[in-house]
């Protein structure tokens, strides 16, 4: 009998130790390459706000014809996010992630092209069209790699690619646009295609080195495998929704959904408007460019650490309250004292909030989805949540028209973050299923 427990317990010991050299091995291949997809794209989701110091002027567009622009992108988004998931289930999520890069990258660069406010909208849809499905994908695919001690932090590095976007967005932006009047284009026209074009590489390069799933990668060895199988296989999830209908009778998923509406609509709304806010305090372009990064560096390191702490320590949704509250709060700040050094502080504050609390929220619905549940659930998570991206600028946009100041859009994103803390701290009894 002792033998057999020491038998058991080196046999358990080998499978710990597989398990985490999988882990290790899984998460140097594939985080990095997703986490750089999603820089790439995130750029040519956010540039606008860049674009927009110069190319308003040129196509005639109002701040709220741009808010309406930059915020349509997520009607096609959201609307395409559960059939583009479905697909990917389908398909394989190495064929359709790199489906996705390649024709959000074309249709990125083709931005460059557009002549009035109709083109615009017209371009921003189907960009929201084409790139439906890479998040909540890549989402679905790290399930099927990570087991849940390891997803918040692989979640968060790939979600640090929104602040560190921000990071390179500003300085590359505005240096593309001094190429302005090269060949007969425009500084912001040559943004779009330099920035553009790099997604539809990078949607080549998915296609010739992704893997599905630790089974078909050549790189692990039998027991790597067999043990990151297991591990993913045999976590406990509470009550698990593995179809798409299941999941359109759980609370919990719209609950999940309202929540990342709230802080969303804050996440956007700073970032695409930041570059503008900054401009009415007499900055050069560069220099916004240069200053708009400082936030979401700030915001980089935040999401890495906090990502750590929770996966560590658990507490998921009290530190996702805490993150929301920090948006709000920092929020206010830059509205009520509107000094160039202190309004800067209170969004790199907010931007800090945001960005933390994407990489904690993203490893909330795993824990009751599995199979076609969780990549129709997470896409369905993501499309009413994303709708805050078209709300956000719209909002902005509509009250900077209507008042004037961008204080009043800034007080209204506060709240709808506030109210996502508030959501997070009562989550609990929907996760522990009282519903």
Same mark, same amino acid.
């Given at each position: 009998?002792?033998?057999?427990?020491?038998?058991?317990?080196?046999?358990?010991?080998?499978?710990?130790?597989?398990?985490?050299?999988?882990?290790?091995?899984? !998460?140097?291949?594939?985080?990095?390459?997703?986490?750089?997809?999603?820089?790439?794209?995130?750029?040519?989701?956010?540039?606008?706000?860049? #674009?927009?110091?110069?190319?308003?002027?040129?196509?005639?567009?109002?701040?709220?014809?741009?808010?309406?622009?930059?915020?349509?992108?997520?009607?096609?988004?959201?609307?395409?996010?559960?059939?583009?998931?479905?697909?990917?289930?389908?398909?394989?999520?190495?064929?359709?992630?790199?489906?996705?890069?390649?024709?959000?990258?074309?249709?990125?660069?083709?931005? #460059?092209?557009?002549?009035?406010?109709?083109?615009?909208?017209?371009?921003?849809?189907?960009?929201?069209?084409?790139?439906?499905?890479?998040?909540?994908?890549?989402?679905?695919?790290?399930?099927?790699?990570?087991?849940?001690?390891?997803?918040?932090?692989?979640?968060?590095?790939?979600?640090?690619?929104?602040?560190?976007?921000?990071?390179?967005?500003?300085?590359?932006?505005?240096?593309?646009?001094?190429?302005?009047? #090269?060949?007969?284009?425009?500084?912001?026209?040559?943004?779009?295609?330099?920035?553009?074009?790099? #997604?539809?590489?990078?949607?080549?390069?998915?296609?010739?080195?992704?893997?599905?799933?630790?089974?078909?990668?050549?790189?692990?060895?039998?027991?790597?495998?067999?043990?990151?199988?297991?591990?993913?296989?045999?976590?406990?999830?509470?009550?698990?929704?593995?179809?798409?209908?299941?999941?359109?009778?759980?609370?919990?998923?719209?609950?999940?959904?309202?929540?990342?509406?709230?802080?969303?609509?804050?996440?956007?709304?700073?970032?695409?408007?930041?570059?503008?806010?900054?401009?009415?305090?007499?900055?050069?372009?560069?220099?916004?460019?240069?200053?708009?990064?400082?936030?979401?560096?700030?915001?980089?390191?935040?999401?890495?650490?906090?990502?750590?702490?929770?996966?560590?320590?658990?507490?998921?949704?009290?530190?996702?309250?805490?993150?929301?509250?920090?948006?709000?709060?920092?929020?206010?700040?830059?509205?009520?004292?509107?000094?160039?050094?202190?309004?800067?502080?209170?969004?790199?504050?907010?931007?800090?909030?945001?960005?933390?609390?994407?990489?904690?929220?993203?490893?909330?619905?795993?824990?009751?989805?599995?199979?076609?549940?969780? !990549?129709?659930?997470?896409?369905?998570?993501?499309?009413?949540?994303?709708?805050?991206?078209?709300?956000?600028?719209?909002?902005?946009?509509?009250?900077?028209?209507?008042?004037?100041?961008?204080?009043?859009?800034?007080?209204?994103?506060?709240?709808?973050?506030?109210?996502?803390?508030?959501?997070?701290?009562?989550?609990?009894?929907?996760?522990?299923?009282?519903?």
């Amino acid at each position: 009998m002792l033998a057999n427990s020491t038998d058991e317990a080196a046999q358990a010991a080998s499978s710990a130790t597989a398990e985490d050299t999988a882990i290790r091995k899984a !998460a140097w291949r594939l985080v990095p390459l997703m986490t750089l997809c999603f820089l790439v794209n995130y750029i040519d989701r956010t540039n606008i706000g860049f #674009a927009a110091l110069t190319m308003n002027k040129d196509l005639g567009l109002t701040s709220e014809m741009f808010g309406w622009g930059a915020g349509i992108l997520f009607v096609g988004y959201c609307l395409f996010e559960v059939p583009s998931n479905a697909m990917l289930y389908r398909f394989g999520p190495r064929i359709w992630l790199a489906r996705i890069m390649i024709t959000w990258g074309l249709l990125s660069a083709a931005t #460059a092209f557009v002549v009035g406010p109709k083109s615009f909208y017209a371009i921003r849809f189907l960009l929201g069209v084409a790139e439906a499905g890479f998040n909540p994908g890549v989402m679905f695919f790290f399930m099927t790699w990570f087991p849940k001690r390891f997803r918040s932090r692989a979640l968060a590095y790939f979600q640090m690619a929104i602040p560190l976007s921000a990071v390179i967005s500003g300085p590359l932006s505005v240096v593309i646009m001094q190429a302005d009047g #090269a060949f007969g284009l425009a500084g912001w026209q040559w943004m779009f295609i330099i920035e553009g074009l790099p #997604a539809a590489i990078l949607g080549v390069v998915l296609l010739m080195v992704l893997v599905e799933k630790p089974s078909n990668a050549k790189w692990l060895n039998p027991d790597e495998k067999q043990a990151l199988t297991d591990a993913i296989t045999n976590e406990p999830r509470g009550k698990v929704n593995h179809n798409f209908r299941a999941v359109l009778r759980d609370p919990r998923v719209f609950v999940l959904s309202i929540l990342q509406f709230g802080f969303t609509v804050g996440s956007y709304g700073i970032g695409i408007f930041l570059p503008q806010i900054l401009k009415e305090h007499q900055l050069s372009i560069l220099t916004i460019g240069l200053l708009s990064a400082v936030p979401y560096i700030c915001g980089c390191v935040a999401t890495v650490l906090w990502s750590g702490a929770v996966d560590r320590r658990g507490r998921r949704t009290v530190n996702l309250a805490i993150t929301c509250a920090l948006g709000a709060a920092g929020l206010l700040v830059s509205v009520w004292i509107p000094s160039l050094s202190v309004a800067m502080i209170g969004l790199t504050i907010a931007v800090i909030g945001v960005t933390s609390a994407r990489g904690i929220f993203w490893s909330i619905p795993p824990q009751f989805l599995a199979g076609s549940g969780a !990549a129709s659930g997470l896409a369905l998570i993501s499309s009413i949540g994303a709708f805050g991206g078209f709300m956000g600028p719209v909002l902005m946009g509509w009250l900077k028209t209507a008042t004037g100041s961008f204080s009043t859009g800034l007080m209204c994103l506060a709240a709808l973050i506030a109210f996502s803390g508030v959501l997070a701290m009562l989550l609990p009894l929907w996760l522990r299923g009282k519903h």
